[in-house]
C-alpha cells in the first residue's frame, strides 16, 4: 500500500493511501490529490499504482514536478521519495514498511522507519550518535525504540501521531496527525517542530517516553 502525506511549509495537511489504479495530482478538483494553489498545475502529475514500483509522471512541462530536490519528466517511486509541487510537498512512504508495532491500545505505538523528512532541516557536515526512545509509560513501559532510521512515525491515527526526522544535525520532533497536541517537557511542541536534546521527555497522546543519545 502507498501512503502520500501532503505538506505545506513543513506542516503536514493531509494523508493519502492508495493501493491500485492511476491517481492524479493538480489544481482541479476532480484530481484524487487536489491542491488548491496557483503554483500547482490544473493537471500536474500522475501516479501509477498498477506497476511496481509506482511511477510517477509530469503532465505539465510548464509546472516543474522534483523529485527529492531534483527536475523529473518520470520516475519509480521508491520509499521516503519526497515529491515538490509547486509549494506543496509530497511524502511517498510504503506502509508495508512497519520496524515496530504492538497491541490495539490507543497507549501502544506503531512506528515505521527508513523513509525521507518532509520538513526542511539543516545537515552540517559533522553526523550526530544514534539515539533511541524508552517508553515510560503504559503496556510498553520500559521498552526501548531505535532511531536509526531516516524517520519514524509514532502514535495512534486520530488520537495523537508525530514524527521524529534522523538529520545530520540531530533528531527533529514534528506533530503529524491527531487532536492531542505533542508535549515536550510537558509543553505543547512550538513551530511545528523541534531539536530533541539529551532526556528531553516527550507525551504523544497518552504515552511518555524519554529521548537519549547512545554511546
Known sequence: MGKLTLSFKG??????QFEEGEIRIGREEANNIHIDSLAVAPNHASIVFDQ???????????????????????HALEHGDEITVGKHTLLF?????????????????DASANIGNP???????????????QIMSGTNIGRLMNLKKGL????????GMAVIAHRKNGYYLSHLDGSNPVL????????????????????IDSVKMQFFYEE
Request: aromatic letters at 4%; charged letters at 25%.
Open 184 to 203: 515536550i517537557n510537558g509543553k505543547p511542541l512550538e513551530d511545528g517542530s523541534a531539536l530533541l536534546t539529551e532526556d528531553d521527555i516527550l507525551q
Open 119 to 133: 520538513f526542511t532541516v539543516a545537515t552540517p557536515e559533522k553526523e550526530q550518535p544514534s539515539a533511541a526512545l
Open 93 to 109: 512512504t510504503e506502509e508495508s514498511q512497519s520496524v515496530f508495532s504492538s497491541s490495539k491500545s490507543s497507549e501502544e505505538l
Open 152 to 159: 519514524t512515525r509514532i502514535g495512534k491515527k486520530g488520537s
Open 52 to 74: 511496481t514500483p509506482p511511477l510517477l509522471k509530469q503532465l505539465d512541462n510548464q509546472f516543474n514536478l522534483l523529485v527529492n530536490g531534483q527536475k523529473k519528466a518520470e
Open 11 to 16: 506542516k503536514p495537511i493531509q494523508a493519502y
